[in-house]
């Protein structure tokens, strides 16, 4: 099972989801515990609870109490490999990813109102430009242009103070996260990771093989007492400090100082997330953490994904002096470079100001399309449901009175085209209890009635059933 660069928690995943396709595994069986199972194959309990959660997130299995996880009773018995490939499983929280978006789904930016027309006449401009030096390997810090657009916009809309030569263009997110920890990690390394969180990141530390020290949230974000007391000499710290993931709250300031001490004290660094924070609808957006980093010890993580789309590809890195020579030859090596052309795009979209307009209209747009659906919600809901809203962000969170699963609720809405996830799922070790996280940028004000309900109506089953019994 360990082999290839597949997390072992999505190894494992992949088995159980085939020997219920087959049959070896049929509705109502029983699975080892956790405990058990990580004992026998000498896993973290964390990487089996990891891959029970993704079996349980997409209905296969289902926990009942002293008698243990089973088979999900529900499943049809004549459940084939061609079955189970209609609906992929997606365990990287980006539900149909590689399709149209699903009904609420989180993580995408508002595609029906991109700038196609713009953005094409902008690849066409480029595409006449090229030149025979186009052709040739890209640098392998990125586009110059784009490099020195990136460094502007965040000393303007985030407060940071870099040089343009201290951004190093990345593949996304995961890229850039994927590169920081094939550098700062040695395997065993302990690393602090928000709990609840966002789940690619858990993986990729599982995969660097890195020790979780999970840090609870609460309304002040990460409690960096509690991580000093678990482990002070941990070696990097993973935050989403403007909107944390998936709660939605920022950390404080008083929070955000202490972990910049912890840092310099540790000689630990600090990768900051800041995935949406353009995405403020109370006040002006708050200054990113860097901002405040006088040590050199945070390494400022942004992505194109939710500002233009995720099929760009594009995030970066804005990393202390000292590790950028190491990360341009580590970045070289595996990947000697990203396409110059679509860096070239996106520097001339940003240079001839259209991301600064493009923004302000997503802002408004978003403000208005969050207030509807939220409003459509409650309506729908009534006193079933607290709807979330936090200052920021692209999601909402869905909570339910009286014990309501998730789980159950996020399976009754996928099998109706809903792309909500369960806020349960994204627990490390902490409870952070029940409710549903959907995204609302695609959803029109005029469709967000119908949308509503059509919810209502996929988890009625539930929702109404536990509304009679508490």
Excluded at 170 to 183: E, K, P, V
Excluded at 276 to 298: H, I, N, T
Excluded at 419 to 435: F, I, T, Y
Aim: aromatic content about 6%; proline content about 6%; hydrophobic content about 40%.
């Amino acid at each position: 099972m360990r082999s290839g660069g597949t997390p072992l928690s999505r190894q494992l995943y992949e088995r159980f989801r085939s020997a219920i396709a087959t049959g070896q595994l049929r509705p109502g069986d029983r699975l080892p515990s956790i405990r058990g199972l990580a004992d026998e194959l000498a896993m973290a309990r964390g990487t089996v609870d990891a891959a029970y959660a993704m079996l349980a997130g997409e209905g296969y299995i289902v926990t009942r109490g002293q008698a243990g996880t089973i088979v999900s009773p529900e499943l049809r018995d004549a459940v084939t490999l061609d079955d189970v490939a209609k609906f992929p499983a997606r365990s990287t929280g980006r539900p149909g990813a590689r399709g149209e978006p699903l009904l609420l789904q989180m993580g995408l930016p508002a595609v029906d109102l991109f700038p196609r027309k713009l953005w094409t006449h902008l690849i066409a401009r480029e595409a006449r430009r090229s030149s025979a030096a186009d052709m040739m390997y890209p640098d392998p810090a990125g586009y110059e242009p784009l490099r020195q657009a990136i460094a502007a916009y965040l000393g303007s809309s985030r407060g940071i103070a870099c040089d343009w030569r201290q951004v190093l263009v990345t593949n996304g997110f995961q890229g850039g996260l994927d590169l920081s920890l094939r550098i700062l990690l040695r395997r065993g390394d302990r690393v602090w990771i928000e709990d609840p969180c966002f789940p690619p990141v858990r993986s990729a530390l599982e995969m660097a093989r890195a020790k979780l020290v999970a840090v609870p949230v609460d309304a002040e974000g990460m409690r960096v007492t509690e991580g000093v007391k678990q482990a002070r000499r941990a070696r990097i710290a993973v935050v989403t400090p403007s909107h944390q993931s998936p709660l939605g709250v920022s950390l404080s300031l008083p929070r955000r100082m202490a972990l910049l001490r912890w840092a310099d004290h540790a000689d630990a660094y600090v990768i900051e997330d800041d995935y949406d924070s353009e995405f403020r609808f109370v006040g002006r957006p708050l200054p990113a953490l860097k901002s405040l980093d006088r040590g050199q010890r945070v390494i400022y993580s942004g992505t194109f994904s939710k500002t233009l789309f995720p099929g760009l590809r594009l995030g970066y890195l804005v990393l202390p002096d000292r590790l950028l020579d190491t990360f341009i030859a580590m970045g070289a090596g595996q990947s000697s470079g990203l396409s110059t052309f679509s860096q070239r795009v996106a520097a001339g979209f940003m240079a001839d100001g259209h991301f600064a307009r493009h923004l302000k209209r997503m802002r408004k747009l978003y403000a208005a399309r969050r207030a509807a659906l939220a409003a459509a919600l409650n309506t729908e809901f009534g006193g079933r449901i607290r709807v979330e809203l936090q200052p920021g962000g692209m999601h909402l969170l869905l909570r339910f009175v009286g014990r309501v699963r998730d789980v159950r609720l996020a399976q009754l809405a996928r099998a109706d085209g809903f792309g909500a996830e369960p806020l349960s799922n994204r627990s490390v070790h902490h409870d952070c209890g029940q409710g549903l996280l959907v995204g609302f940028t695609n959803v029109a004000e005029a469709d967000a009635p119908a949308i509503a309900k059509r919810l209502r109506r996929a988890i009625e089953p539930v929702t109404a059933r536990r509304a009679r019994t508490d």
